[in-house]
């Protein structure tokens, strides 16, 4: 997914296509996010004996406090991160005053869901992956239309104009003059 900002082509990831790479390269089970609500009981431990321990109240949310997310790695053990309020609130208003329809925001549309990706993007971070993996795990005739993107990428759009119609491009390998010239 792409998004235009002050004139650049910004490559941002979806949470699954995060959550793919890292079942992928092999050494990720599972990996869950979970939001925590005032209303909830929860233990959080830190240190050499690392865990969460979260009980949801299902009656009622309240206020969010809190989200985490947790994978579980193939060798048995899990590997977490633990993001509080004030901390998703400064991305969430960092991300908003680059925007120039903050009204269209998902961080306005879909809360929640954008509470979950961020805990599953700064988790992404520090887990095990392996591009390679990833790339032998694909068939010659995949990974031809596969275009890997690990991290995110910018491209410079400032000095075109504006299309004055829609294009379409289908080879997903061409280049941005290719597709600025189609």
Known sequence: VSQSRYGKLTYVPMYQGLIE????????QCVNA?????????????GTEERIIHNPNMLKNGEKIAVYAVATLNSGG?????IKRDE???IRSNQLKKMKSPEESPWVKHDDEMWKKTAI????????KSSTDIVQQRSPEEYERYVQVMHDDV???SHMNEATEPRK????NATL???TNA
């Open 21 to 28: 790479i890292l079942y992928r390269g092999g050494a990720v």
């Open 177 to 179: 003059e290719e597709i």
């Open 78 to 82: 899990k590997i977490h991160c633990l």
């Open 155 to 157: 491209i410079d759009v």
């Open 88 to 90: 998703i609130e400064l």
């Open 121 to 128: 993007r700064r988790l992404y971070k520090i887990l095990p």
């Open 169 to 172: 491009v289908t080879n997903v």
């Open 34 to 46: 979970h939001i925590i609500y005032d209303n909830d009981t929860f233990d959080v431990r830190m």
